[in-house]
């Protein structure tokens, strides 16, 4: 894929990688002990939160124009995907439909969608294409979506487009990015038409799911009295429906980040290098049944290694309470993990890669066209993409990250659990799993980066 996440030097560490881990773990552990001092307040108490009207951005929703706007941009993207990945250039690099789908929408949506609110609601191609189509079609479901599905849909069409990212190899294909768009596009046409929109969307739709639970971590909220600005992950301890099919998705949510992070470690490098006996005779087959054998592995152990956590943090807070809510709530509470972890691990691919993509704009199909050549001469900055700003920065997000992730998660066990000494018994386990993941996190982050020195 475009020079995904690509270094060309590595930061000489001033102390042993061990001392970076060990610190941004300690600054995890005693922002426990903090929240613990500061945050007793039990029951319903725990996760309410203020939240504060906002009257312009309430107009401005109230008229058709930000669905619009947003519609019209999302179609054109989408259609920009199918042109440039059909009639453009074969290499990625010189292909703008890999910026568009890897950068744009895969890292810059998702971000943004954490730091602001829902914006897919307004950006989203199918849903707009949909609601133009219902202008002249009299669309109706015609079948009813089983409730015992849930989200599995969804499930597996993210597990889908996380395999053709991560093990296909074929990602940075334009033509096969191009069709994989066309048949998801038709796939979730089909499936709105036949079930109805929103059903599709909410169920089975895997970047509504996706995007959904990102907007929880945003500050702006809306229903139907208007929008209003709340603290940030305030709404990942709003009531949710619950189900194995959520903390799955969740869960996939976090190993796919990190299966892309290891994939640039030297210790995966080694492991593909002595399995090549096994998978080279298979030749690209062999290469997908790899690297896809350890992404179900790894995502097996999060989803694992999770259930077994909060066993245990069912068992010390000593209350009756239904598991699959109790496990679907605390799922929540590591959203914002997967969050800093997208942002940490995509710095340099949004910060220095995605400008390649203005010289793109002069001859965006490489037909020799001149369409805007004061877009040709322009030279990417590196100023954000030292290797040393990257590491501190990705140390900066992975350490608030988790921070958030111990106060959302005290505050659910002060609503779950009755009792301040149950609920700070229940978060032991999940303040050894908070840390657990700082430092796997951080490891994984510094292979590709840092060198001791």
């Known amino acids: 894929m475009i020079l995904l996440h690509g270094f060309g030097q590595r930061f000489d560490l001033s102390v042993p990688l061990y001392l970076y881990l060990f610190a941004a773990c300690g600054v995890v552990f005693l922002s426990f002990v903090l929240v613990v001092i500061f945050a007793g307040t039990e029951g319903d108490e725990a996760?309410?939160?203020?939240?504060?009207?906002?009257?312009?951005?309430?107009?401005?929703?109230q008229t058709p124009w930000p669905r619009a706007i947003g519609g019209v941009i999302g179609v054109l993207s989408l259609v920009a995907v199918f042109v440039a990945g059909l009639f453009g250039s074969p290499n990625s690099f010189y292909n703008p439909a890999e910026y568009i789908v890897w950068i744009f929408f895969w890292a810059v949506t998702v971000i943004l969608t954490g730091l602001v609110g829902n914006l897919w609601y307004l950006l989203n191609p199918w849903a707009a294409i949909y609601d133009v189509m219902a202008r002249v079609l009299p669309l109706q479901p015609v079948r009813t979506l089983p409730e015992r599905l849930g989200i599995w849909p969804a499930v597996v069409a993210y597990f889908a487009f996380a395999c053709l990212e991560l093990t296909s190899g074929l990602a940075s294909r334009p033509v096969i990015v191009a069709l994989a768009a066309a048949a998801y596009?038709?796939?979730?046409?089909?499936?709105?038409?036949?079930?109805?929109?929103?059903?599709?969307?909410?169920?089975?739709?895997?970047?509504?799911?996706?995007?959904?639970?990102?907007?929880?971590?945003?500050?702006?909220?809306?229903?139907?009295?208007?929008v209003y600005l709340r603290p940030w992950g305030a709404g990942l301890l709003e009531p949710s429906p619950s189900g194995w099919?959520?903390?799955?998705?969740?869960?996939?949510?976090?190993?796919?980040?990190?299966?892309?992070?290891?994939?640039?470690?030297?210790?995966?490098?080694?492991f593909t290098v002595a399995l090549e006996p096994l998978w080279l005779p298979l030749g690209v087959f062999g290469f997908f049944f790899v690297r896809t054998l350890g992404f179900l592995l790894l995502s097996l152990t999060f989803f694992l290694v999770f259930v077994a956590f909060m066993e245990a943090v069912i068992y010390l807070g000593q209350e009756k309470a239904d598991v699959r809510r109790t496990m679907t709530a605390f799922a929540l509470t590591l959203v914002p993990i997967a969050l800093v972890y997208n942002a940490a691990h995509n710095y340099s691919y949004v910060l220095v890669q995605s400008q390649y993509v203005v010289p793109l704009l002069n001859?965006?199909?490489?037909?020799?066209?001149?369409?805007?050549?004061?877009?040709?001469?322009?030279?990417?900055s590196f100023a954000l993409a030292q290797a040393s700003t990257v590491w501190y920065a990705q140390i900066v997000l992975i350490v608030v990250g988790h921070i958030v992730a111990v106060i959302l998660s005290h505050l659910r066990a002060n609503s779950v659990f009755k009792g301040a000494q149950r609920a700070l018994l229940s978060q032991y386990p999940m303040l050894l799993l908070m840390v657990v993941y700082t430092f796997t996190s951080l490891w994984i982050l510094a292979q590709p980066i840092t060198r001791e020195a």
Do not use: N
């Not at 504060?52 to 951005?57: F, K, P």
């Open 363 to 380: 001859d965006p199909l490489q037909k020799g066209w001149h369409l805007w050549p004061a877009a040709a001469t322009f030279t990417p």
């Open 245 to 270: 099919d959520r903390i799955a998705f969740v869960i996939l949510m976090l190993s796919s980040l990190a299966f892309d992070g290891i994939l640039s470690t030297p210790a995966w490098q080694d």
């Open 185 to 226: 596009t038709f796939i979730t046409l089909a499936g709105m038409v036949l079930f109805g929109r929103d059903a599709w969307l909410q169920r089975c739709e895997a970047f509504s799911v996706l995007l959904g639970i990102v907007a929880r971590f945003g500050p702006i909220e809306r229903d139907r009295d208007g």
């Open 47 to 61: 996760i309410r939160y203020p939240r504060r009207r906002i009257g312009w951005l309430t107009r401005l929703a």
